[in-house]
């Protein structure tokens, strides 16, 4: 099973800061990684998928990069709605999908 | 409008069976592969459970493999998942979604409860 690892847990962060949360894959997933945000008291929403590639609607602050064991995913400029638990995933090998444990994105 | 309606949560006792369904419209069911993730209380997002857009080929993650089975009625465009004997472990808001290339719709998920 492929194990996939977030760091920081949370970060403190101020508005307008840029911001870069991490994600580590147990072996190699290519680029087949997906980065969701969740909102307290919503289902989480897709961000970017393939590593880099931002999904329907979602503003172009966000970005992703990365591939084998390794992805980043930048806010440019953090807005207030943009705080939040983000999670990455892995959909090379199933099953399963798995995720990543999340970061929490907190107002500083 | 794509929309995804989980149904059938509640509170039940431990070892007790559950079905939750998830009703799906506003897409062409049968074109997406579909799956179970779930969230228990302040935790993080765990895959259930997902299957294939004709039903014959399905994956289980091992905390529910044996317990859990995930069907599909495409002539109904639903979504099932038939748990077995449940734990408390087991307690978490239970969400359907579609795959594309990730998740793109989520429903509001369903909660279900495991307790005596």
């Known amino acids: 099973e492929i194990v996939m690892t977030q760091s920081p847990a949370t970060l403190s962060v101020s508005p307008g800061e840029r911001v870069t949360l991490s994600c580590r894959a147990s072996?190699?997933?290519?680029?087949?990684l997906a980065w969701y945000q969740q909102k307290p008291g919503q289902a989480p929403r897709l961000l970017i998928y393939?590593?880099?590639t931002r999904a329907t609607g979602v503003p172009a602050r966000f970005g992703g990069s990365g591939s084998e064991t390794e992805f980043t995913l930048t806010i440019s400029s953090l807005q207030s709605e943009d705080f939040a638990v983000y999670y990455c995933?892995?959909?090379?090998?199933?099953?399963?999908?798995?995720f990543g444990q999340g970061t929490k994105l907190e107002i500083k | 409008e794509v929309q995804l309606v989980e149904s059938g949560g509640g509170l039940v006792q431990p070892g007790r069976s559950l079905r939750l369904s998830c009703a799906a419209s506003?897409?062409?069911?049968?074109?997406?592969?579909m799956h179970w993730v779930r969230q228990a209380p302040g935790k993080g997002l765990e895959w259930v459970s997902g299957i294939n857009p004709n039903g014959d080929s399905v994956g289980y993650a091992d905390s529910v493999k044996g317990r859990f089975t995930i069907s599909r009625d495409n002539a109904k465009n639903s979504l099932y998942l038939q748990m077995n004997s449940l734990s408390a472990e087991d307690t978490a808001l239970y969400y359907c979604?579609?795959?594309?290339?990730?998740?793109?719709?989520w429903g509001q998920g369903i909660l279900v409860t495991v307790s005596s």
């Open positions: 393939s590593a880099s």
């Open positions: 979604a579609r795959w594309v290339v990730g998740f793109d719709y």
């Open positions: 072996q190699s997933v290519r680029s087949h």
């Open positions: 995933q892995q959909y090379d090998t199933w099953p399963p999908y798995s």
């Open positions: 506003g897409f062409t069911f049968d074109d997406y592969a």
